[in-house]
């Protein structure tokens, strides 16, 4: 009997410890992560570098007032700023908040320029921002907001629908936000060039481009941020996922042109950007943004995309699609994936669903070729049996 009440379908399995891509379950067996805790474990499980910083900070400090001067703070924002588009940064505690501080300062920008009639945000329908009130209904999604009554500002276009797209921005809307990557939606790449014309879009329109990047950024695209490849600049980026390496960390990247907005009073969080968060996301940063690392990703994205289009074209009746970028990947099958993922995890292989029939592969950005190759031949037995 579970005292948590149900909103999740949980698997009956539980893990006791990590080590790397590995994960050990309380009734003895090894599993090969490729879910990384959905996108999160961005170094794996238990990397000694981040078992430092822990213990480290734990002794020092783990909690003060954003009333006072938060130095590790000073120093991660100092440091996603250099690497990035951005100006300033807000820090939070999940993507939900990060996505939603996003919406805020948006409006907030308009409000504070004499335009407070723009607030209407345009995004994909049947995306993904988080769980919140708002963040539900930014989603466009029947499933997610239905029951939850009501919150009103959000316009949506289809996946792809520019002439949508175009039709939707009306005078009250204050920005378009956009998935660069779509994850739960089913890993749909949004292509550079779209990201381009968008960017052309917001710049005509006089509206905002906020990046959701909470499961794609961090270097999970194999750039620091998926959008650095179509060389555009968004005005908002929220971020969070992979950037604690399963310390819970968001935060709001923005330029100096919609800073002006934030001032005091305007928003805050009591956890948000605490000595032991920022401690975790200093030393993640440090590791993940550096090149030697990001070029790492990218090889092993290459390695790893071309080996399962390989297994796409031995089994093109179960295996329908490659799709992603990185090691944000996405097997789309030829129908629905409930059986597949169940058995991979009975071969010890640990994935998980995404939208449109899609097996979504996630693995530490650290991940090794062997592990790869581990995944590989279990993903080959899978199909050879199903077939
Ligand atoms: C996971 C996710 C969120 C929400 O993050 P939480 O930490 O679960 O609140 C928002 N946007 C995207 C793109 C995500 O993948």
Redesign the pocket.
């Known amino acids: 009997m579970s005292y948590l009440a149900k909103n999740y379908n949980r698997k009956k399995i539980a893990f006791k410890h990590g080590k790397g891509s590995y994960l050990f379950s309380t009734d003895g067996k090894k599993y090969l992560d490729m879910l990384s805790g ?2 999160v474990n961005s170094l794996g499980h238990a990397h000694p570098k981040l078992v430092k910083t822990i213990r480290d900070q734990s002794k020092k400090l783990w909690h003060v007032s954003n009333a006072f001067e938060i130095p590790e703070g000073e120093k991660l924002a100092k440091k996603l700023c250099q690497k990035t588009f951005a100006d300033y940064v807000i820090f939070q ?7 939603e501080a996003a919406i805020k300062i948006a409006r907030r920008y308009f409000y504070s320029i004499g335009k407070p009639n723009k607030t209407r945000i345009l995004c994909i329908r049947n ?6 009130l708002a ?1 539900i209904f930014a989603s466009g999604s029947k499933k997610m907001t239905q029951g939850f009554g009501y919150v009103g500002g959000f316009d949506h276009f289809d996946f792809g629908d520019h002439k949508s797209l175009k039709k939707k921005i009306t005078k009250n809307t204050a920005a378009i936000m956009v ?1 660069t990557v ?3 939606g089913g890993i749909k790449v949004i292509p550079d060039w779209c990201l381009k014309e968008l960017r052309k879009l917001c710049n005509k329109k006089k509206i905002l481009l906020i990046l ?5 950024g961090v270097g999970r695209s194999g750039n620091f941020f998926a959008f650095e490849k179509s060389k555009v600049k968004p005005d908002i980026v ?1 971020i ?2 992979g950037i604690g390496g399963g310390f ?1 960390i ?1 935060a709001v990247l923005m330029n100096k042109k919609v800073a002006v907005g934030m001032i005091p009073g305007t928003h805050g969080s009591t956890f948000g950007g605490n000595p032991l968060a920022m401690a975790v996301g200093n030393t993640v940063m440090d590791i993940v943004s550096t090149k030697k690392f990001l070029n790492n990703v990218k090889k092993s994205s290459r390695y790893f995309f071309s080996k399962l289009n390989k297994l796409k074209e031995k089994y093109p009746s179960i295996i329908k699609e490659i799709r992603g970028r990185g090691l944000l990947i996405g097997i789309q099958l030829q129908t629905d994936q409930t059986k597949f993922i169940k058995k991979l995890m009975d071969n010890k292989l640990l994935t998980i669903r995404a939208a449109e029939n899609v097996v979504r592969i996630l693995p530490p950005l650290n991940v090794k070729i062997k592990e790869i190759d581990l995944a590989l031949k279990i993903i080959d037995k899978v199909c050879s049996e199903i077939k």
């Open positions: 959905i996108a505690n999940s993507g939900a908040e990060a996505t995306s993904f921002h988080g769980r919140t963040t998935e779509l994850g739960e959701d990047e909470v499961q794609c929220p969070a996922k819970p968001g």
